[in-house]
C-alpha cells in the first residue's frame, strides 16, 4: 500500500515537473548577437536533456536586425511581452495565456545561465515575474530604452538596470558595482548597449 502511494506521488510530482503547464522557453536570438552564438554553442546541445529543458523547452525565436516574427512583434505592442533591449533575451512563455511570465537578459557563461533560470522558475512558482519589463517594447524604436539606459547611471545594485551607450560608462558602474571594471556588450536593434560584468 506505501509503495503504491509513493508511486502515484511520484508519477503525480513528475508529471508536473515535466509538464510545466506547457510553458515554453522562448530565446531571443539575434542574427548578429555573438553572445546568442555562445548560448547556441555552449548550452543549447545539451539542454533538451537537463532538468530545466525537460521541464521548460527551448524554442529560439531569431531576430533580424530590428525585425521580430509578426507573432513576437503583436505581443510587444499588445503589451503582452515587455521591452526587448537586446539579445539574447529568454522569455519563459506561457503558451495557455500567449504571455511572458518571466525573463533573462542577457547570457555570460553556462552556469550562471542555469543558475538564473532555475532563480526565475523558482520565483514564478510564488507568483513572481522576475525580469519584469513595463512598456510594449516597440519592434521598430522602442518604448523607453532611452529612458531605460538613463536609469542605468543610478544607484541600482541590480546589474540589468545598468545599461549604457559607452563602453566608459559601463566600466564606471563595473567599478562602482565591485566588479573590477569589466564589462560586455549585447547588440540591439538601435545599436550597441554596455554592461558591467564579464563575459566569460
Not at 529560439?60 to 507573432?71: C, R
Not at 533560470?117 to 532611452?146: F, V, Y
Not at 541600482?156 to 567599478?175: C, F, G, V
Request: glycine share 12%.
Amino acid at each position: 500500500m506505501k509503495k503504491s502511494i509513493f508511486v502515484l506521488t511520484f508519477l503525480f510530482f513528475s508529471f508536473l515537473a515535466c509538464n510545466s503547464f506547457g510553458r515554453e522557453l522562448l530565446v531571443l536570438s539575434g542574427d548578429k548577437s555573438q553572445n546568442s552564438k555562445r548560448w547556441q554553442e555552449e548550452v543549447l546541445p545539451e539542454y533538451s536533456i537537463s532538468s530545466q529543458g525537460k521541464t521548460l523547452p527551448a524554442k529560439i525565436v531569431p531576430v533580424k536586425g530590428n525585425l521580430f516574427p509578426e507573432w513576437l512583434a503583436k505581443a510587444l505592442d499588445e503589451g503582452r511581452i515587455g521591452e526587448i533591449l537586446g539579445t539574447p533575451t529568454f522569455l519563459i512563455w506561457d503558451p495557455k495565456e500567449e504571455k511572458e511570465i518571466g525573463r533573462i537578459e542577457g547570457y555570460t557563461q553556462k552556469p550562471r545561465f542555469y543558475s538564473q533560470l532555475e532563480e526565475a522558475m523558482h520565483l514564478i512558482s510564488q507568483g513572481q515575474h522576475p525580469g519584469k519589463r513595463e512598456g510594449s517594447g516597440s519592434h521598430n524604436e522602442g518604448s523607453g530604452g532611452d529612458r531605460r539606459r538613463e536609469e542605468g547611471s543610478g544607484n541600482s545594485n541590480n546589474i540589468m538596470d545598468h545599461i549604457y551607450k559607452t563602453p566608459e560608462e559601463a566600466k564606471r558602474a563595473s567599478e562602482a558595482l565591485g566588479l573590477g571594471g569589466e564589462i560586455h556588450s549585447h547588440q540591439t536593434p538601435e545599436g550597441t548597449i554596455y554592461m558591467p560584468g564579464a563575459t566569460m
